[in-house]
């Protein structure tokens, strides 16, 4: 699908794109590309004469795959946005094509930070006035985005802490909680990896001498926010850390607790065995064998000794 946007009275209008035709009588100043079909990326080589590759969304880590210039003019960035519905939370990449003061983003899916711009555009007059403005937008967006994904993190983990930190913590609560920290643990990895490829994308573009003055004070100010988001990424990952050992911590208790009982128990069975062992022997001289009371003596005996270390073992508490 191809999402047009044109600046008109200081505003960013959207209009969905067809047919080749439509597209010839607009002026936009970003191309949003979504799942592009072959078509949909041949009219955008008719039109603005840019070949999109195949490849243009791909894995590289590479700063010179990821952030560069060609020889005509063209900036190409390549950046992760985080997507967190609640669900699967993931880092989907998009490829931004700065090209004769247009700019193509390409990507496989909607983003939420897509529609945050889009709605802010229409609603403030003058926010945006070129393409460099669109994409810089973006990342303050995304660097919004992802400072309320850690918001709700911190939520969720107050939750684990009241529950895990505050109460008595069966197995059942204690395997909830893990998954819980888990899936908290995992939002927070892909925030610091979709900042830390946020720093390095506006970094490039400080860097490129594309940005006027006003701009490039807009993008110190991003770089600022990454940095303070930095610190809290790196204080829940202590966080998580120390529930998760908490957690573990009290599961090992539970399960120490059934191991002592069990403990107890073959303790306390041990005299009664060896008084059983003794009294099955098969020796000829043996005085209780022939007495009337030797039966119930033996059955005495057994839960003496059974008795004993079980009032010594509450005595000490170790029955608690």
């Not at 529609?115 to 810089?136: C, F, Q």
Request: proline share 3%.
């Amino acid at each position: 699908m191809l999402n047009v946007f044109t600046l008109a009275n200081g505003r960013l209008f959207q209009e969905e794109i067809d047919a080749l035709e439509a597209l010839a009588h607009v002026a936009p100043v970003w191309v949003d590309l979504e799942a592009p079909t072959a078509q949909e990326k041949g009219w955008i080589q008719a039109r603005f004469d840019l070949t999109i590759p195949e490849n243009i969304v791909d894995d590289d880590l590479e700063e010179s795959a990821r952030f560069y210039e060609e020889d005509n003019g063209e900036l190409h960035i390549r950046s992760d946005f985080l997507i967190d519905d609640g669900e699967t939370p993931r880092n989907v990449r998009v490829a931004f094509i700065l090209h004769h003061n247009v700019l193509f983003s390409v990507h496989s899916e909607d983003l939420p930070v897509f529609r945050l711009l889009r709605l802010r555009a229409r609603r403030i007059p003058a926010m945006i006035e070129d393409a460099k403005d669109v994409l810089l937008k973006l990342y303050d967006a995304d660097a919004e985005y992802s400072a309320d994904a850690l918001e709700g993190i911190y939520d969720s983990l107050e939750k684990v802490s009241a529950r895990v930190l505050k109460q008595d913590v069966d197995d059942r609560a204690a395997g909830e909680a893990l998954s819980a920290i888990a899936h908290q643990e995992d939002l927070n990895g892909r925030i610091r990896r979709n900042v830390m490829d946020t720093r390095r994308a506006v970094s490039f573009m400080m860097r490129s001498r594309l940005l006027n003055a006003e701009q490039f004070e807009e993008a110190r100010q991003i770089m600022r926010d990454i940095d303070s988001l930095d610190s809290h990424t790196a204080f829940l990952f202590d966080k998580i850390n120390f529930l998760m050992d908490a957690t573990v911590g009290f599961i090992n208790i539970n399960q120490n607790k059934i191991i002592k009982i069990f403990s107890v128990a073959s303790v306390a069975l041990l005299p009664p065995t060896l008084i059983a062992s003794i009294y099955g022997m098969n020796f000829q001289h043996m005085p209780e064998l022939t007495q009337a009371w030797g039966y119930p003596y033996a059955l005495g005996l057994m839960v003496a000794s059974v008795a004993a270390p079980l009032i010594y073992f509450r005595r000490k508490g170790w029955m608690r």
